[in-house]
């Protein structure tokens, strides 16, 4: 069972590295992406529960996720949520704390959603993260440690940071901007 399941995340994690890039990439630079930094940031968590508490807070997906590093399966129901919203902020789906926003989301034909830079940086941390014999860049939230997903940099994409912030869209909360105010 457990090396289904490990073959299953292994899989995912070689649709993250490979499928993801702009078509145009040429094949070493889609195998081989620079990294952004990789050094631990923002470690200073401030929500903490126990084990039980999260289980009872999070759907059985929201736990796999947040609490124990999973990947959700790409262009799943989260995704399709994700590319139909308008304007409005991301939220960590285990905490609240301000992740993402709307306006730096972009298109990466992934399967996951894209954003080039956090809407509150404070409030995400990376990591490096060499699971599978992979060395890659993980995001989590600052507030609570939720694995959110993980950040990809130099792939070519024509945005103003050419960092990919690749995150599962069942850790995130929508919440839409408020409409604006009608003048009389
Ligand atoms: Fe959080």
Not at 138 to 144: D, F, G, I, M
Request: charged share 20%; proline share 8%; net charge positive.
């Amino acid at each position: 069972m457990n090396r289904i399941r490990t073959g299953f995340a292994l899989g995912i994690t070689l649709a993250v590295l490979a499928g993801c890039a702009p078509k145009e990439m040429p094949p070493t630079a889609m195998t081989t992406p620079s990294q952004p930094a990789t050094a631990d940031t923002n470690t200073t968590s401030t929500v903490t529960k126990t084990d039980a508490e999260w289980r009872k807070r999070l759907t059985p997906e929201q736990y796999h996720i947040l609490r124990e590093a999973g990947t959700e399966r790409p262009h799943g129901k989260a995704y399709e949520e994700f590319k139909a919203q308008g304007a409005g902020t991301y939220v960590c789906g285990g905490c609240g704390a301000e992740l993402f926003s709307s306006a730096h989301k972009f298109d990466s034909h992934c399967g996951w959603p894209s954003f080039y830079d956090p809407a509150n940086a404070k409030n995400v941390r990376t990591r490096e993260d060499r699971a599978f014999g992979v060395t890659r860049v993980e995001v989590l939230c600052a507030k609570c440690n939720g694995h959110l997903g993980h950040v990809f940099k130099g792939e070519g994409f024509p945005t103003p940071t050419d960092q990919r912030y690749c995150i599962n869209g069942v850790a995130l909360k929508f919440v839409p901007k408020p409409a604006e105010a009608k003048t009389p």
